[in-house]
């Protein structure tokens, strides 16, 4: 019983370290990252920890968890207030972080700067020894993004001449028509792009 009740605390305390970085999270997300295997196995673990105070959720489409006081306690989280405007952002990039293979250098939202210049990447990681940074377009007018694009301009300019290599841009969006719109321009750019 007590090895039982150790593996249960175990898996209950990466799941709650997983949720302080990814901030939101979906079951389905948790159980691709935390390998909960199967969908009532991943619904009876995380019931079990909204039952235990250890994490909280909210319904939009989907049951979206994210750590409670309790749980940020546990973990000795230092995660701020939450805001609920970060959901469906948030949620895109946990799907992109899925979809391009669970990156082991992903970091969220860490600032690069150059000369006098910075950007705010949604994630930055690293791919065979080259960089790789990610946009999520949820709410940013287009007009942000196009600076944005001639901002990751400059900065792939100084990468290549520091490092021998074009970074590769990143971006998710969830309508065709700003797809086509980023596509114009990262290429009007001459960058190395992807576009989900």
């Avoid at 990039?93 to 690069?112: A, F, H, S």
């Amino acid at each position: 019983m007590m090895i039982q009740q150790m593996k249960r605390q175990q898996r209950e305390e990466e799941i709650l370290s997983r949720l302080d970085d990814l901030t939101y999270a979906t079951r389905k997300q948790l159980q691709v990252i935390n390998n909960l295997g199967g969908d009532r196995n991943a619904h009876r673990i995380l019931l079990e920890m909204e039952k235990d105070k250890l994490i909280n959720s909210i319904r939009t489409e989907q049951k979206v968890y994210f750590l409670s006081n309790k749980g940020k306690e546990l973990i000795g989280s230092n995660q701020g207030e939450l805001k609920k405007s970060w959901i469906t952002h948030t949620l895109m990039r946990n799907d992109l972080y899925i979809k391009l293979g669970m990156p082991d250098t992903w970091r969220k939202e860490k600032q690069v700067k150059w000369g006098e210049n910075k950007l705010i990447p949604d994630a930055t990681y690293m791919n065979s020894g080259e960089y790789h940074f990610v946009e999520i377009d949820n709410q940013q007018t287009m007009t942000k993004n196009i600076d944005k694009i001639k901002k990751y301009k400059d900065l792939s300019h100084i990468i290549f001449q520091q490092y021998n290599h074009r970074p590769t841009l990143i971006w998710a969006t969830l309508s065709s028509v700003r797809a086509q719109k980023i596509t114009d321009a990262c290429t009007k750019e001459g960058l190395k792009f992807i576009v989900y």
